[in-house]
């Protein structure tokens, strides 16, 4: 009769809901994972600042709480639109560059990092500000980390492309940890701070504006990481 055929195109729909609902599960999981993530560099700021208690610091404070609200937006909208980018508006680049290197310089300044930044004039990118910010700002965390005493940074425009180059005098990585370093949770020291998915998440981004990511042990030491959105 047809009751078999019905059963079978019901176990097929409860099927598709339970992998629907599985996939949302495991998105979320990473939502969580990632907002964690993008959260430490605002909250060391925050921690650093605290200690010093100085007057300008209430300005400093307000502008970490402000990217911490727009961090927590960012990756729940990520989270509900399973991850896709969307067209945004023109990213001033300078400015969000200089914000976060402001950032970066306090968490890292016991290490008196010198940062070379070269972006070209005028440069803008269209594109949603929360990938750029994450895209840039886990690859500049991971090269503060790792730098002996000196980061490049390199963004410019090749044709309808954006293009950052960002190199490190650091001790690098070989390049079969290259690949392993991209999958979530992976660490390239477990003796370091951290959750281990910054690469993952520039990967996932990267991915989903149908860019590129490369990362490359340079010949006179250190590492060089190229993104192309």
Not at 47 to 59: F, N
Not at 139 to 164: C, P, Y
Request: glycine fraction near 8%; charged fraction near 25%.
């Amino acid at each position: 009769g047809l009751y078999p055929q019905e059963i079978k195109r019901l176990t097929v729909n409860i099927n598709q809901l339970l992998k629907q609902e599985r996939a949302q599960k495991t998105r979320y999981r990473h939502a969580l994972g990632d907002l964690a993530h993008s959260l430490k560099t605002p909250l060391a700021v925050m921690r650093s600042t605290l200690g010093r208690k100085k007057p300008d610091d209430t300005d400093a404070l307000n502008e970490q709480i402000t990217r911490m609200n727009s961090i927590v937006q960012y990756q729940l909208q990520r989270a509900a639109t399973q991850g896709l980018t969307t067209m945004g508006k023109s990213v001033e680049v300078a400015p969000l560059v200089k914000r976060l290197l402001a950032s970066l310089d306090k968490v890292y300044r016991d290490r008196q990092i010198r940062v070379k930044a070269t972006i070209e004039d005028g440069l803008v990118y269209r594109g949603d500000e929360g990938d750029l910010m994450e895209v840039l700002g886990n690859l500049l965390d991971n090269a503060f980390k790792w730098a002996e005493q000196h980061i490049e940074l390199e963004v410019s425009r090749t044709g309808e492309q954006l293009s950052i180059h960002i190199r490190d005098d650091g001790p690098g990585m070989p390049g079969e940890m290259i690949s392993d370093l991209l999958k979530r949770g992976v660490r390239a020291d477990q003796s370091t701070s951290g959750h281990g998915i910054g690469l993952s998440i520039v990967k996932n981004i990267v991915d989903a504006c149908q860019g590129e990511l490369l990362i490359v042990q340079r010949p006179q030491g250190g590492s060089e990481v190229v993104v192309t959105l």
